[in-house]
């Protein structure tokens, strides 16, 4: 079983400050996927990063995919309340015929005003 | 488009009842997978399907079962439920593997 290492497991932080959550392995992952999930709702997919080295910017955040694929970062600028969330980092890997998502445990952001 | 849908939304079972989480999307995906997450714990894989009449075991599959008999309808059957079962459930589908994964609601079993 490929295992996906994140963190931290907590952080609250407030308004306006930078952060960074890390999602770490062993393996090498075809793929790599950040997932945002609020309470109450199932995970919605933020980003796909595919290639080793690979830096992607959505608004305010910033993923990058390590030069190996085997591990992954989360940088968010000038965080905001609605950044409030659980977020998780899911690799996937190749069992036989088939592609199956790794989720590493999340990392449970809270932004206070 | 509803995407994916799940009932119930939440539900209290007795140890050894059993019950069946519904599970439909309207996207016309292929694969399909259900998931479990508990606290801290992030998503297990329970079981999976990759077209109707398919499916296979993932990470977690003791004490459930699933059917695929249409492209929509992807239910997980829980036979004599444990407490150990307590937890949140997710499906999910896509239309292709290796891309986004597109998550219900979930449903929120307790068993006491």
């Known amino acids: 079983t490929q295992l996906l290492e994140q963190s931290p497991q907590f952080l609250s932080i407030q308004e306006g400050e930078n952060l960074t959550v890390y999602c770490n392995s062993s393996s090498v992952f075809s793929s790599l996927q950040w997932y945002r999930q609020e309470p109450g709702e199932g995970p919605v997919l933020l980003v796909t990063v595919v290639t080793g080295g690979e830096v992607k910017k959505l608004k305010r955040l910033t993923f990058q995919f390590g030069d190996a694929r085997k591990d992954s970062s989360l940088h968010i600028t000038a965080a905001q309340p609605g950044d409030t969330g659980l977020y998780l980092c899911?690799?996937?890997?190749?069992?036989?015929?088939?592609?199956?998502?790794?989720f590493g445990k999340g990392t449970l952001l809270t932004v206070n005003p | 488009n509803a995407g994916v849908t799940q009932t119930p939304k939440f539900r209290i079972l007795k140890i050894g009842q059993s019950m069946t989480l519904q599970c439909t999307q309207d996207m016309n995906h292929n694969y399909m997978y259900w998931y479990r997450q508990d606290p801290g714990m992030g998503l297990k894989l329970i079981y999976y399907s990759v077209g109707a009449g398919i499916t296979d075991k993932g990470e977690v599959p003791n004490g459930y079962n699933v059917s695929r008999s249409t492209t929509e309808d992807f239910p997980l059957r829980l036979e004599l439920a444990a407490p150990s079962q307590t937890s949140v459930y997710f499906c999910?589908?896509?239309?292709?593997?290796?891309?986004?994964?597109?998550f219900g609601p979930g449903t929120r079993l307790t068993v006491t």
């Open positions: 899911a690799g996937l890997v190749r069992g036989g015929s088939n592609y199956k998502l790794t």
């Open positions: 999910a589908s896509t239309p292709g593997q290796g891309v986004e994964q597109y």
